[in-house]
Structure formats: C-alpha cells, structure tokens
C-alpha cells in the first residue's frame, strides 16, 4: 500500500458541484462523498468493528485529540502502536487537533481558558494544567497515526459578531502556521505513515473574512481544506451559503471538508450539491443509541436526489407506545 496521500477527481455532476474522487491513504483508498462515524473517545458507542464495516464506511474520525490527551494517554497509545490497533480498524481514519472541544470547554472558565499559545484545561480527574499549543496538537496526532490530521484552530463562535469572529481567524491564521511547522518537521506518524494535514477555512458568517481565511490557507502547503465554524453544520441555510462563497475558490486535486455537517440525511446531500467531499457527525449514532431512526425515501428530481421525509419529519421514534409490540 503506497505510503502516501493522493486525492484525483474522477468525475463531477452535469449541472451541480457534486463530483466523485478516489482518495489515497496509507490505510486504504476511499471514494467521495464520504460520511465519517465519528469514534470521539476511540470507540464507536455501541458498534463493534465488524458493525462499523457492515455499514460499508470507508473511513472514519477516530480518538479525538483532546479526549486521546486526557484518557488513556498518549503513553498508552504509543505503546498500542497508535489509533489504528488500539481500536482494532486498518481503514483510513481521520483525526481532529481539539479545536472544537477547547471551544466549547472554554465557556466555562474555570475548566479552559484560551490564550494566545494555545488553550490552557484542567485534567477532568486529575485537576493537573494541560496547554494545548498548536505543536502540543500536532505532537499527540502524530502519537494517535491517523491518516489525516487536523491545523489547531480556534472554532468561530456565532455570539459576538465580526469583533469576535476576526479575533479568531486571526488567531487561527497564526496558530496555523505553528501548526505547518511542527508537521513538516515530522510529516510521519510516530509508526512511519507520512500524514495529511488540513487546513481550517474560519470567519465565521462573514463571507469577506471567509475568503480571507481561504485564500491563507491556499497560499500554504497543506492536502486538504475544511470549512469549520460554530455554524458550520448548525445553521444549513448558512452552512451550505458559505459553501457556495467557497468551492468554487478551491482547488480539484484537495479535498473539502465540511466540520460537524450529517444531523439528518438531507444536510449530506446539500453539502455535497455544493462539491464537499467529506463531513462527519456524532449525530446518526447518537440518534440510533437513543431509538431515533432516519424515515423517509431518496427521490430523484430534475437529474438530482433529495430526501423526502417520512411520519414525524423524518424520524422513527422506535420508544413511542404504539411500536411496544
């Protein structure tokens, strides 16, 4: 297996932005579009692997970095050989850098506070400072060996305007950098699979800074581009608006990546009528552990598909009376 990161465009819709591309890993080759499972704590709840294979999955999240750093730690994780025997899949596996995590940590100040290095948390059991620095991020995904790897970003919040959402993307610009540097100085996993890095479109619902961001992260060599934010994948009105400002500014041979996109089937098909190639959400599997079941019916119109949906907006809600039987 070629120890390498390859994406090619193999073939694009006639009259939407969809297209199909053959991605190459040093675990395996996947075709897009591709929904992600997302195994946050190295573990997909409730599914075993044999389960996760069944379900066809070319590749998924797994271990999320900051969840990796507090448990079990990167000593253990090494020891295992990485994210890939320690969960027991030989697929592709992506890898997030915590961004997200220190986000929403960070509302509560006692438990993260962000800084200009990095983000400062406290061990949930042990109570010990860990600083997440760009290089901390990149040093542990290089411990977890996935596929691709993650820039350290700060995720843009919605609350707080353009104020606030510059301040991030500045920050992000910086923390980016750092981020580069760290993996070319070891662009190997520590098991000697040369990674992919991605890099972070942030502005948040502001389309001049969104440009911005994309053109910083063009002007850098990085395998692919992810678009992330606070509205990404909440807002799909917006998420799929601040696609159509960017796909069309980026490159065929990278692939694009919408962060937290998948709450039900139909956000899936308006990310990729817009030319994403990848998306991952906790959403279907957390639904399913809970007895919600996606409902409806893949309807082709006017040379496309759309999902029409089923009794109660497309949802099976298997723990309702009138299915005890």
């Known amino acids: 297996m070629p120890n390498r990161f390859h994406c090619k465009q193999l073939a694009t819709h006639a009259t939407t ?21 997302v195994a946050t704590r190295a573990a997909m709840n409730c599914m075993d692997i044999p389960q996760i294979q069944q379900t066809q999955s070319q590749i998924i999240l797994g271990g999320n970095t900051y969840h990796m750093l507090v448990a079990p ?12 025997p320690f969960m027991n899949w030989q697929g592709p596996m992506l890898t997030d850098s915590g961004g997200f995590q220190v986000f929403s940590l960070s509302k509560n100040s006692k438990i993260c506070r962000i800084k200009e290095d990095g983000a400062h948390f406290k061990h ?13 991020s990149i040093k542990t995904q290089k411990t977890i060996g996935a596929d691709i790897i993650m820039v350290f970003d700060e995720c843009t919040p919605e609350q707080g305007g353009r104020e606030a959402a510059l301040a991030a993307l500045t920050r992000t610009k910086r923390w980016l950098l750092e981020s580069i540097d760290a993996h070319l ?17 942030q502005g948040g619902s502001y ?18 581009l992810a678009i992330g934010g606070e509205v990404i994948g909440f807002d799909m009105p917006k998420t799929r608006e601040i696609c159509e400002w960017l ?22 098909i308006d990310v990729v009528t817009c030319g994403i190639d990848m998306f991952d959400c906790v959403a279907p599997t957390r639904n399913a552990r ?33 299915y005890a039987h």
């Not at 932005?17 to 499972?37: D, S």
């Not at 059991?125 to 901390?136: D, E, H």
């Not at 796909?247 to 899936?268: A, E, F, H, I, S």
Request: net charge neutral; with cysteine.
């Open 207 to 224: 389309r001049d800074l969104r440009e911005e961001s994309l053109a910083f992260l063009l002007s850098q060599p990085l395998d692919g």
């Open 290 to 322: 809970h007895g919600s079941l996606y409902h409806g019916t893949f309807v082709i119109d006017d040379g496309w598909v759309r999902f029409e949906t089923g009794e109660d907006k497309g949802k099976l809600l298997i723990k309702k009376s009138k």
């Open 17 to 37: 932005r969809a297209r199909v591309c053959e991605i190459n890993t040093p675990h395996g080759t996947f075709l897009t579009p591709t929904f992600m499972p």
């Open 73 to 84: 730690g990167m000593e253990t994780l090494h020891k295992a050989g990485g994210m890939h």
């Open 247 to 268: 796909v069309p500014l980026m490159p065929d041979d990278k692939p694009r990546y919408t962060m937290g996109v998948g709450l039900n089937p139909q956000n899936l």
């Open 124 to 136: 949930p059991v042990s109570g010990k400072v860990i600083t997440m620095t760009p290089a901390v």
């Open 185 to 201: 100085a070891h662009p190997d996993s520590d098991y000697g699979n040369r990674q992919a890095l991605f890099g972070i479109v």
